[in-house]
C-alpha cells in the first residue's frame, strides 16, 4: 500500500466524477430517491476517496502510452524557469502555502466570532432557558449548551464543536416561535452538524485548489438542514409541523437579507436562499412519504458504493517505449518480460526473460515500477 503522483491523480478524478454525479443526481426528479442521511454519507465518502489516494498491492495497472506519459513528463521534469525545480515540487509549495493561508484566516475569523459572543452577547433569561429544558425533554437527550442573545445578528444559530452555544437576536417571539427555534437549533448540536460542518470546512481548505469540492460544501449544507428538520419532524404531528415551517418563514422575512451566517454555525435558515428554504417545506410536509424511499436510496447508495471501491481496482500508469540501444551488450526489455524483484534484506532486482537478474538501486527500482515494471516481493 502507498501513495504516488498517479493513485493521487486516479482519487482526484473518481471522487470529482462521484461528487458531480450526486450533485446532479440531487437537483433532478431522483432527488425524492434519495435518504439524507444516505446523501450525507455518499458525500462522506467522495471526501475519503480523494483524502486517502492509496494504491494497494494487488491493483489492477492500467497502461496508457499517451496521456499519462506527457503528464509524468510534465510533472517530474525539472525545469530552468522554475529554477531547476520540477513542476511537482512547485505545485505542491503552492498547495502548503494556500492550505496555511487559509487555515490562518478560517481560525481568526472563527476566534472573532466566539470573542464576539463572549464579549457583546448576553446570557439568556429564565423564560428561555426553561423552554430549553422543555425541548430536551422533548428530544429526550440532554447536552450541555449555554445560550446568548445578542443584538449584531439577525437570524438564530449555533456554533461551537466542545463549548456549544446557541446566539438568538435580539427579537421579540412569541412562545411557539421561540420553542421551535430553539428546538431546530438544539437538534443541530444531537445530529453533530457543527462537527460535520468543520470537518468538511477544514477539507476543502486543505483541497482549497480544486473547485469541485466547493459543491460538497455547498450541497451538504442542504443536506445537514434538511436532515435536522426531518429530525425536528419525528418529534412533532402533522398540525405542528406546519406551525414550525410557519415559524421558519415568518422569522426569513424579519431578517436582514444581507446577514451572513459562518459556515461553521449551523442557524435556522440561511438567508437569500429561496429555493432551498422551498425544498426543506416540501421535504417536512412530505416527512411520512419519505419513509417509503428507504429501498430506492438503499439502491443508490450500494451503487455508489460499488464504484467507489472499484476505483482502488484499476490504476492507469503510464507506459514508455523503450528505446533501442545500439550498444551491443545492451538488453532491450519492458513489462511484458520484466519485471522488479525486493528480496528479503529490501534489496532490489531487475528481473529480465533469459537474462541473469541485475542488482539496481531503490531509486532506479521506483523509475521502472513507473515505467510499469511490476514490484514483487519474495
Known amino acids: 500500500m502507498q501513495i504516488t503522483i498517479f493513485s493521487f491523480l486516479s482519487a482526484l478524478l473518481w471522487s470529482n466524477l462521484l461528487i458531480v454525479a450526486i450533485y446532479l443526481l440531487r437537483h433532478t426528479r431522483f432527488k425524492q430517491h434519495f435518504g439524507v442521511l444516505s446523501m450525507v454519507l455518499l458525500y462522506l465518502f467522495c471526501a475519503v476517496r480523494l483524502f486517502l489516494p492509496l494504491e494497494f498491492t494487488h491493483t489492477l495497472i492500467a497502461e496508457d502510452d499517451v496521456v499519462y506519459p506527457y503528464i509524468y513528463n510534465l510533472l517530474t521534469r525539472e525545469r530552468t524557469m ?76 449555533g456554533i461551537g464543536v466542545i463549548h456549544k452555544r446557541i446566539i438568538l437576536p435580539d427579537k421579540d417571539y412569541t412562545e411557539a416561535e421561540l420553542h421551535y427555534v430553539l428546538l431546530h437549533e438544539y437538534t443541530h448540536f444531537l445530529n453533530h452538524d457543527t462537527i460535520v460542518k468543520l470537518l468538511v470546512t477544514l477539507f476543502c481548505i486543505i483541497f482549497w485548489w480544486n473547485p469541485v469540492v466547493y459543491l460538497l460544501q455547498k450541497d451538504l449544507e442542504q443536506n445537514l438542514e434538511i436532515k435536522c428538520d426531518l429530525s425536528v419532524a419525528r418529534t412533532l404531528c402533522s398540525k405542528e409541523r406546519a406551525a414550525y415551517l410557519r415559524t421558519i418563514l415568518a422569522l426569513m422575512k424579519q431578517s436582514d437579507r444581507k446577514h451572513r451566517i459562518p459556515f461553521a454555525a449551523a442557524a435556522l435558515f440561511k438567508p437569500d436562499a429561496d429555493a432551498a428554504i422551498k425544498e426543506r417545506f416540501e421535504t417536512v410536509m412530505a416527512y411520512s412519504a419519505n419513509r417509503r424511499n428507504r429501498a430506492a436510496s438503499a439502491v443508490f447508495t450500494s451503487v455508489f458504493t460499488v464504484l467507489l471501491i472499484a476505483s482502488y481496482m484499476v490504476l492507469p500508469q503510464p507506459q514508455f517505449a523503450a528505446p533501442k540501444s545500439t550498444e551491443p551488450q545492451a538488453i532491450d526489455f519492458n513489462s511484458d518480460i520484466a519485471y522488479i524483484k525486493q528480496d528479503h534484506v529490501g534489496e532490489y532486482w531487475l528481473c529480465i526473460q533469459n537474462e541473469q537478474p541485475i542488482k539496481v538501486k531503490k531509486e532506479e527500482a521506483d523509475f521502472y515500477q513507473q515505467t510499469g515494471l511490476e514490484v514483487v516481493k519474495k
Open 82 to 157: 522554475l529554477a531547476n525545480k520540477s513542476l511537482t515540487l512547485v505545485l505542491c509549495t503552492v498547495w502548503i502555502l494556500g492550505f496555511c493561508v487559509l487555515l490562518f484566516r478560517y481560525a481568526r475569523q472563527y476566534r472573532k466570532a466566539i470573542r464576539s459572543v463572549e464579549r457583546y452577547a448576553e446570557p439568556w433569561d429564565e423564560q428561555t432557558n426553561a423552554l430549553l429544558k422543555q425541548v430536551q425533554q422533548q428530544t429526550r437527550r440532554i447536552i450541555k449548551v449555554q445560550g446568548y442573545t445578542a443584538a449584531s445578528v439577525e437570524s438564530a444559530f
